[in-house]
C-alpha cells in the first residue's frame, strides 16, 4: 500500500508561495525588530530569550491583547516621568 502525493493546482501553489514568501520575510522582520527594541532599553535579544524575558514572550505571544506595560513591568521596568 502506498501512499498517493498530495496534489494542489497551479494557481494554489502560488497564492502559497506567495503567503509562504510573506510569512518567512515577517518573521525575519521580527527577530530585527526585537532585537532593535530590546536593545533600546539595555537588553541583548539572546540573553532575553534564553533568561526567559516576559518582553520576548510577548512578541510571539498568539495573544492578541499582549500588553506592552505589563510585561515591561514583569521585566522589572518602570517608565520615568518626564
Request: proline share 2%; aromatic share 8%.
Amino acid at each position: 500500500m502506498t501512499d498517493e502525493p498530495k496534489k494542489i493546482d497551479r494557481d494554489t501553489y502560488l497564492k502559497a508561495l506567495g503567503l509562504f514568501t510573506l510569512a518567512h520575510q515577517h518573521s525575519l522582520k521580527t527577530y530585527e525588530f526585537e532585537a532593535a527594541m530590546l536593545a533600546m532599553i539595555g537588553l541583548d535579544a539572546e540573553d532575553a530569550r534564553i533568561g526567559g524575558s516576559h518582553i520576548s514572550a510577548a512578541i510571539y505571544s498568539t495573544d492578541e491583547k499582549v500588553d506592552f506595560n505589563e510585561v515591561l513591568k514583569r521585566d522589572g521596568y518602570i517608565v520615568e516621568s518626564p
